[in-house]
């Protein structure tokens, strides 16, 4: 398997603009993740999904954010508009998970978003 | 709420020595899943060891092994017979078995000295 696949690699753009990071989990895997990573706060949690289901959109920042998983095999997360405290490296992570077994957790590598 | 705490930003340790990371967390399950991950400066994250909360036995992998104190709530990472290639930042994660909500700890960057 390709592992998960993220897009882009490197964003930078203009604050105001608004941004589309992409993700395609490892296929099988029902659980999707995205995490925001920056020096300051680490890795933090910004919602995942199961089954294409939100199930806890706890960590997102604000309305600015908003993430869609239309089908099992993508998922989108925007910002809208973006900001330049925006700038950091968001992960996309899938998993199966079910039955009280949650499983490893795969990592994409990351979109570096810089917002100026 | 479920916390992960790791109190040491960065550690060091000399080539072929033995480091203990530590990792402390907060929860009022009882089946739960603890996890070790690696990044290097790639940055790709990477599994190191995991520990499922109802067995007793400390996780084992290779050099990398756990002490997992349930009752303390502690889940130390001991990495023996450092090499260069483990210097990385170091996450401790927990994932509860009911909501599969993974959280992470702030990580301990890991120096590795020749």
């Known amino acids: 398997d390709a592992g998960v696949i993220q897009s882009p690699r490197h964003e930078v753009t203009e604050m105001g603009q608004e941004v589309t990071l992409r993700c395609k989990p490892i296929?099988?895997?029902?659980?999707l993740f995205w995490y925001r990573q920056t020096m300051m706060r680490g890795l933090e949690l910004l919602i995942y999904?199961?089954?294409?289901?939100?199930?806890?959109d706890s960590g997102m920042p604000e309305d600015r954010f908003s993430a869609k998983m239309p089908n099992a095999s993508f998922s989108t997360l925007k910002i809208q508009p973006s900001e330049p405290r925006d700038s950091a490296v968001y992960f996309c992570?899938?998993?199966?998970?079910?039955?009280?077994?949650?499983?490893?957790?795969?990592f994409g590598e990351g979109s570096r978003l810089t917002v100026l | 709420a479920q916390t992960v705490t790791q109190s040491q930003p960065e550690m060091s340790v000399q080539e072929a020595e033995t480091v203990t990371l530590s990792c402390t967390y907060d929860?009022?399950?009882?089946?739960?899943?603890l996890f070790w991950y690696k990044q290097p400066p790639s940055r790709q994250m990477i599994l190191v060891i995991r520990?499922?909360?109802?067995?007793?036995q400390n996780a084992t992998e290779n050099r990398f092994s756990v002490n997992f104190q349930k009752a303390a709530k502690s889940f130390s990472l001991k990495i023996s017979d450092s090499q260069l290639g483990d210097a990385a930042m170091y996450f401790c994660?927990?994932?509860?078995?009911?909501?599969?909500?993974?959280?992470f700890g702030t990580g301990t960057r890991l120096k590795v000295l020749a």
């Open positions: 992570a899938s998993s199966f998970v079910g039955g009280g077994r949650a499983g490893e957790l795969f």
């Open positions: 929860t009022s399950e009882s089946d739960y899943y």
């Open positions: 520990q499922e909360a109802y067995k007793q």
């Open positions: 999904f199961n089954n294409n289901v939100p199930i806890d």
């Open positions: 296929s099988g895997h029902n659980s």
């Open positions: 994660a927990y994932s509860s078995s009911g909501t599969y909500k993974y959280i």
